[in-house]
């Protein structure tokens, strides 16, 4: 899907000054940039949760269904594996995005 972008010109010098040979490349170079943040932000909320817990997500998720972490319903228990899981899920839609961006830039 190609579109047409229209650039306001207070953007033009930064842009002309940016890594990359295309429009296409520096913008491409612009969103890989930002999806490498939202990525580090999943990152270190998920490292949040490793070090509460002392494990990964995929040991914390075993117990979890063992029930060898205490009720699995009780609020906080339940609400910590309900994000922990959002955050792997949105690791992966990150990381999809960034691949297919990443090829854009050179």
Do not use: C, S
């Not at 117990?63 to 910590?80: F, H, V």
């Amino acid at each position: 899907m190609a579109a047409t972008i229209q650039i306001t010109p207070q953007l033009e010098p930064a842009l002309e000054r940016m890594q990359g040979k295309t429009l296409d490349e520096k913008i491409a170079r612009l969103v890989a940039n930002e999806l490498r943040r939202y990525l580090e932000e999943v990152e270190r909320e998920a490292l949040e949760y490793e070090i509460k817990y002392g494990m990964n997500h995929e040991q914390f998720a075993a117990k979890l269904e063992r029930g060898e972490l205490g009720d699995p319903y009780a609020y906080e228990l339940e609400q910590d594996a309900m994000r922990w899981e959002d955050l792997a899920d949105e690791k992966k839609m990150w990381l999809e995005q960034f691949r297919q961006v990443g090829g854009l830039v050179k």
